[in-house]
């Protein structure tokens, strides 16, 4: 079956411009993570969604990032002013409903802000 | 606060070599353990999944083992081939979070 889907796969704007990036799950895994990896750094935890639970947005660097989640399955991570520290690539998972599955990965949208 | 840490940051082997991946973790109340690869500009890749129950885990050429009460987990490449060439890292899942924290990964470079 099909995996985790992103896209754009790679997006370059200006400073100061709002961006989207979209992610498809897999059909039917209730869990949804989104994720950021900057050059030379590990994954940093953003987002995570569960089923209709309340999201734990405790990753979310600042204000500026949100993300939803519409009817269990895509999701939209927004980032409004786009600063250039937040070049990087940005990675969605999601997994089977139980919480001891495994994650699957898109392949990241590549986000570059000038 | 769980960290996981992964030692060495960088490798480099002939073909052919058996080599050991390391991955510590300071919280040993796990759910599971789970070792992705990693190639240049994509996404990450699920290998093996360990469950907080288990030992270890094997697939094909590769074989991860678990040993909580000391923090640890090791992949192990058999016969290495330069397709194993990826960046490979781990990710720890626990402490009544379902939110996994992972190492900075190992590069690894298999040249012929």
């Known amino acids: 079956g099909a995996g985790v889907s992103q896209s754009p796969s790679n997006k370059v704007t200006e400073k100061g411009k709002d961006v989207e990036l979209r992610c498809d799950p897999i059909?039917?895994?209730?869990?949804l993570y989104w994720y950021r990896q900057s050059l030379g750094q590990g994954l940093e935890f953003l987002i995570y969604?569960?089923?209709?639970?309340?999201?734990?947005k405790s990753g979310l660097p600042s204000d500026r990032f949100s993300a939803e989640r519409t009817g269990g399955s895509v999701s939209t991570l927004t980032i409004q002013r786009t600063q250039q520290e937040d070049s990087a690539v940005y990675l969605c998972?999601?997994?089977?409903?139980?919480?001891?599955?495994?994650?699957?990965f898109g392949p990241g949208t590549r986000l570059t802000v000038t | 606060k769980q960290e996981v840490t992964q030692i060495p940051a960088a490798l480099s082997v002939p073909e052919g070599e058996n080599l050991v991946l390391n991955c510590s973790f300071t919280d040993s109340a796990i759910y599971n353990l789970q070792w992705f690869r990693q190639d240049p500009g994509k996404g990450l890749t699920s290998l093996l999944l360990?469950?907080?129950?288990?030992r270890e885990q094997t697939s094909g050429r590769l074989n991860a083992s678990l040993d909580k009460s000391s923090g640890r987990s090791t992949l192990y490449i058999a016969a290495s081939q330069p397709g194993d060439s990826a960046t490979y890292l781990c990710?720890?899942?626990?402490?009544?979070?379902?939110?996994?924290?992972f190492g900075r990964g190992t590069s690894l470079i298999v040249h012929p």
């Open positions: 059909s039917g895994h209730t869990a």
């Open positions: 969604f569960q089923g209709n639970s309340a999201p734990d």
């Open positions: 990710a720890v899942k626990g402490g009544g979070s379902y939110i996994p924290t």
């Open positions: 360990i469950q907080s129950s288990q």
């Open positions: 998972a999601s997994r089977a409903g139980t919480g001891v599955a495994e994650q699957y």
